[in-house]
């Protein structure tokens, strides 16, 4: 939530942070703003994408060597050129832009306006800015000591980054909660929420810690703790092309990353599935296996998407190891003051490794003493720092808002970990572990041939472009799938979409179905198979429309459905990974045929860094 960009060399600032916030904007796209230091301070700010503030620079005075910029997701205030970030202190000396909430702003606020203090916007990053001001015009301390001297007193999570107008040599960044990565050049440095708008410049990166303070000059990078002690920079080389986080010809990144998933699924298996060997390699878990293997319970935490992913290893991690698992929402989680036992593991599932809520609930379970295996895509990410063990998916950056390759990567990853836990438990059998390896082996292949058939999902949905509602329906390994292909729908075309159990469905939504209802039904051939067929009977039966994810060559359910997605024959265990595309396709194509931008859909933000 919000993407934030520095620079500080021999560089113009201004086309670096711009170019910056555009690779960022998929955090937050309601507002923008940039400022600059060149004998004195420019700010310009603007409502809407970074394309509007861009036409609002235009012919202006964009010189300088040192700037900060923002893109905004609305927390404290509605989105609005007031509101957009930078903000400046009282004194118009300093500048700041903030990603995070500070929690005890009001209280803060409150302190200023009885000095006499006035707000120019309703966020709380105006009064964090102006209680360091004041905190510096009182103490008459340098910027440093005065950040230190307020962060002691700050609430909340927060990445801030400051310029001083009478000391336009240096940045002072802080982190607490919110990711910030600095790129380290020959004369220079750029800051970043992500190493997107970095890495075309430098490899190099420091990952900045909680509570740390960076002190940052063209060619010197100081970082320190809260106690004023300097703290060695681990500086760190970025595995990362440029082409990855470019469209790569594509309309839309969304669609890019749909179409990537027979590489990116073949990424996560390289190097660790061998079909000819029997074999899955993955150090970060085997060398935790003992742990793993002998957990009482297994909890599986994490939001949206990743939370889809967490259910469907489920019913993987119970049926082939045997060992309960219970899923649970990170932000319920955190609060309800769960029970962990000596012996229960934590599963953590998030596509950034910057989730709030999944960051503070693993926080808290690991003060309990809960062993904490992260499934992360973003390396070096809070979530993947904060794991005792864990495995990467793999999937590279996802830029689109709604998560699509990395949810496939996400349960390509989660079933080799169940296979793993299961062989060491012998709780499968060879034969069956082998049949598991090969279909997970032949995924990327049968994903791209459901890649194939785009034109004719893009056929089915447009004819259901205009509705109004819609109903995902699946059961066993189908039911998260349902329940995905249905945010989905909702993100992406803003089409009210709810997923269900296929049987829950006669325990009270059956009443919304009528001949204008589509409902979707995933409907692979697995154990659950002539149930969902009743099922699809029931909705026919009263004149709701159906469309289905069949396997290929279903007659019965053609003969049945409105319209079909067929998929390759899989596994039962492993088709989610699979049926879960045509879904993604169909909400990509009604929500362009409906107009929207799909790849940053609205109210949305891709790093939920806010709870
Ligand atoms: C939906 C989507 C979100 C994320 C959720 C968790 O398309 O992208 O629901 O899945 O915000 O994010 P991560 O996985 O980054 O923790």
């Known amino acids: 939530m919000c993407g934030i960009v520095a620079y500080i060399g021999h560089r113009q600032a201004y086309p670096v942070i711009i170019k910056g916030l555009k690779r960022l904007e998929y955090r937050g796209y309601d507002s923008a703003g940039v400022a600059l230091l060149n004998h004195g301070m420019k700010l310009y700010k603007k409502k809407g994408k970074v394309a509007a503030l861009e036409e609002t620079t235009l012919g202006q005075d964009l010189e300088g060597n040192i700037g900060i910029g923002h893109t905004r997701w609305a927390t404290h205030g509605e989105p609005s050129d007031r509101n957009a970030h930078p903000h400046v202190s009282a ?26 203090y006035k707000f120019h916007s309703d966020t709380d990053t105006e009064v964090l800015l102006n209680f360091i001001e004041d905190i510096q015009k ?10 230190r001297i ?3 007193r700050v609430v909340g999570a927060y990445v801030i980054v400051l310029i001083d107008r009478d000391n336009p040599g240096t940045l002072i960044a802080a982190r607490k909660g ?17 190493a997107s708008p970095i890495i075309e410049y430098t490899k190099e990166v420091v990952y900045v810690n909680d509570y740390e303070i960076a002190i940052i000059k063209p060619d010197e990078l100081i970082l320190k703790n809260l106690g004023n002690e300097r703290q060695t920079p681990f500086i760190q080389k970025l595995d990362l092309e440029l082409a990855a986080i470019e469209k790569g010809g594509y309309d839309h990144f969304m669609l890019k990353e749909i179409f990537e998933q027979p590489s990116t699924i073949y990424d996560c298996l390289r190097g660790r599935l061998d079909v000819t060997q029997g074999t899955i390699t993955m150090s970060g878990i085997q060398n935790n296996i003992d742990k793993i293997k ?7 935490v994490a939001c949206g998407t990743s939370w889809h992913a967490g259910l469907i290893a489920e019913y993987i991690i119970e049926e082939l190891c045997r060992i309960p698992v219970e899923v649970e929402y990170a932000s319920e989680f955190r609060y309800r003051n769960p029970v962990i036992h000596k012996g229960d593991m934590i599963i953590a599932i998030s596509q950034s490794g910057e989730t709030a809520d999944t960051l503070v609930a693993l926080e808290n379970a ?8 992260g499934i992360v895509n973003v390396v070096g990410s809070s979530i993947a720092r904060l794991s005792h063990a864990g495995a990467y998916t793999h999937a590279g950056p996802e830029i689109g808002v709604a998560s699509t390759k990395a949810f496939t990567a996400q349960l390509t990853v989660l079933t080799m970990v169940a296979l793993m836990i299961a062989k060491e438990r012998n709780a499968i059998t060879h034969e069956r572990y082998l049949h598991l390896l090969e279909e997970l082996n032949d995924v990327p292949e049968k994903v791209k041939q459901v890649l194939g058939t785009a034109e004719h999902i893009q056929k089915v949905a447009l004819k259901y472009k205009d509705v109004k509602d819609a109903l995902y329906l699946g059961r066993g390994y189908n039911f998260p799938v349902a329940l995905e292909g249905a945010l989905k729908l909702k993100e992406i075309s803003y089409i009210h979409a709810e997923g269900y159990p296929a049987a829950e469905m006669k325990h009270g939504p059956i009443a919304l179905v009528d001949e204008l209802l589509p409902v979707v039904f995933v409907a692979t051939r697995d154990a659950y198979y002539e149930k ?14 159906v469309i289905a994810v069949i396997t290929e060559a279903d007659e019965t359910i053609t003969g049945m459905a409105d319209d079909v997605l067929p998929v390759p024959e899989a596994d039962e265990l492993i088709a989610p990974i699979i049926s879960t595309i045509p879904l993604q396709l169909f909400s990509y194509y009604i929500g362009v045929a409906r107009g929207y931008d799909v790849d940053k859909p609205r109210n949305l933000a891709k790093s939920v860094t806010v709870e």
């Open 150 to 152: 307020a962060l002691k």
């Open 178 to 194: 919110s990711p910030l990565v600095i790129g380290i050049g020959k004369g220079e440095h750029f800051l970043a929420s992500d």
């Open 532 to 545: 969902i067929i009743s099922n699809i009977q029931e909705i026919k039966a009263r004149k709701g429309k």
């Open 91 to 116: 004194n118009g000396r300093l500048a700041m832009i903030h990603n995070g909430i500070i929690e005890n702003y009001a209280l803060l606020k409150q302190e200023l306006v009885k000095k006499g």
């Open 294 to 300: 002998n957990a009482n319970r297994i909890l599986i």
């Open 366 to 373: 690991k003060e309990q003493g809960a062993v904490i295996l």
């Open 138 to 147: 009182n103490n008459e301390s340098t910027l440093e000591e005065a950040l």
